[in-house]
């Protein structure tokens, strides 16, 4: 959970009193925020953490935020905290992609619980993020003939095979594959593979 934090938007202070209490006893970053709008006006997609959001507040609702999140593409998680007459709009958010909702009264312990689970998820995402563009950018050095040799390396065909296709000769094949390993920091094919295919991201 390095660096990350719980970002609490709730109208009523005494859940945003509490729920500050209780995070910060378990060792966990928290910010509050009264409404919606005053969220907005801080957030920028360089933050991480997670949102602990009331589904309901005067001005914008916790809905509307959500969905002004979404369109700016974050995968900050967010988990409602919803009344009982909220449920089916909480569930209709969770199908758009919020990471969850706890009913009022909630247990303090599973609230914790599950926010410290979305901050590990959220956290794993900005590695693989990370890895997904450092990976990228090794990509880009390539040129399109170190691509061609990769493509058919990866497909487990032979150096002569390569060269044939290619129309060069195998020397030039084996020069092009040691330019392409040391780019891309392997010292074999399954490497190569298995670099490629790590940078996914994690299902919510």
């Known amino acids: 959970m390095s660096g990350s934090v719980v970002f609490i938007v709730d109208d009523d202070e005494a859940i945003r009193d509490a729920l500050s209490w209780l995070f910060q006893s378990r060792g966990v970053a928290v910010e509050t925020f009264a409404s919606a709008e005053a969220f907005l006006a801080m957030w920028h997609p360089g933050r991480y953490g997670c949102v602990v959001l009331d589904i309901r507040m005067d001005g914008m609702t916790g809905i509307e935020l959500f969905d002004r999140l979404r369109e700016t593409g974050t995968g900050l ?29 909630f247990n303090d312990n599973d609230l914790v619980d599950r926010v410290i689970e979305a901050l590990d998820w959220a956290d794993q995402q900005r590695e693989s993020d990370a890895a997904g563009a450092y ?12 691509r061609q040799v990769m493509e058919r390396v990866l497909a487990g065909k032979l150096n002569k095979v390569i060269a044939d296709e290619l129309g060069i000769t ?12 040391e780019k891309m920091g392997v010292k074999t094919a399954v490497e190569l593979a298995q670099t490629l295919a790590a940078p996914k991201r994690s299902q919510p």
Not at 77 to 105: C, N, Q, S, W
Not at 135 to 146: I, V
Not at 174 to 180: K, S
């Open 77 to 105: 998680p967010v988990i409602f905290l919803t009344g009982h007459g909220d449920v089916p709009m909480a569930v209709a958010a969770v199908k758009k992609g919020a990471r969850d909702f706890v009913e009022k009264p």
């Open 170 to 181: 195998m020397r030039t094949v084996e020069v092009h594959r040691a330019r392409l390993f």
């Open 135 to 146: 990976l990228a950018a090794r990509l880009d050095t390539l040129t399109l003939r170190e």
